[in-house]
């Protein structure tokens, strides 16, 4: 089956450690990003990236740090330098090839959760 | 700049009654309009979208008309059910961005009781 995968679906982490969330996808899909989700306040895209060895920063890419290396795989490494880490973190990816009508679908993986203590 | 405003939850509906989950948005193009549902603890999953205006896009019962005039995009169920309890995000997407990235709504708790 066709899909995105996120691992761990939990994650605790200690204060002032880095902590590293996979993505995989196997949708042959060239754009990946990232997302964090808070309750009230909708997601927040954190980095993306269109294609291997190229990203781009998001709205709230302090405290983060992505890689692009393989095609199915986009890795977010939450930094101790994110101040409030905490949240539900959802990865999506598109094929992004229909730029003109904007019609290509963004699909969610399951999420992480992540929990500092 | 690109945004989208959706209305407030929670709402709470009885079964068999009649949905509308507003929203409005402003975009510096011409952009296309998605609905996502997310059911407690998973992702994302697309229900429905629009890509140029008068569209209509429709899923699962579920229904929203792309209005440029109004710059609006509600979505309505005619008669909703208890497995429709979920959240349910507005979304654009500029065409005239190469990026590809959506701009989300804050997401409208949505409660359906037997």
């Known amino acids: 089956d066709g899909g995105i995968t996120q691992s761990p679906k939990y994650l605790f982490r200690k204060e002032g450690q880095n902590v590293t969330l996979s993505c995989e996808q196997n949708l042959n899909h060239d754009a990946m990003y990232w997302y964090r989700q808070d309750p009230g306040q909708g997601l927040r895209l954190i980095y993306y990236s269109q294609i291997v060895n190229d990203f781009q920063k998001g709205d709230i890419a302090e405290g983060y740090s992505v890689s692009r290396e393989k095609k199915e795989s986009f890795p977010l490494t939450v930094t101790s330098a994110q101040k409030n880490p905490t949240a539900f973190y959802l990865c999506?990816?598109?094929?992004?090839?229909?730029?003109?009508?904007?019609?290509?679908?963004?699909?969610f993986g399951p999420g992480t959760r992540l929990t500092v203590l | 700049g690109n945004s989208v405003t959706q209305m407030e939850g929670p709402v709470t509906l009885s079964e068999e009654a009649f949905l509308t989950i507003n929203c409005t948005y402003t975009a510096t193009g011409y952009p296309s309009l998605f609905w996502y549902v997310q059911y407690p603890g998973e992702g994302l999953q697309l229900l429905l979208k629009a890509t140029k205006a008068d569209d209509k896009g429709s899923n699962k019962g579920f229904e929203a008309t792309y209005r440029k005039e109004t710059t609006s995009f509600h979505l309505e169920k005619g008669s909703v059910q208890v497995s429709d309890s979920a959240v349910y995000f507005c979304a654009l997407k500029d065409r005239g961005s190469t990026l590809g990235r959506l701009y989300f709504g804050r997401g409208t708790q949505l409660t359906v009781w037997p």
């Open positions: 999506a990816s598109s094929s992004n090839r229909d730029r003109v009508w904007g019609t290509d679908t963004q699909y």
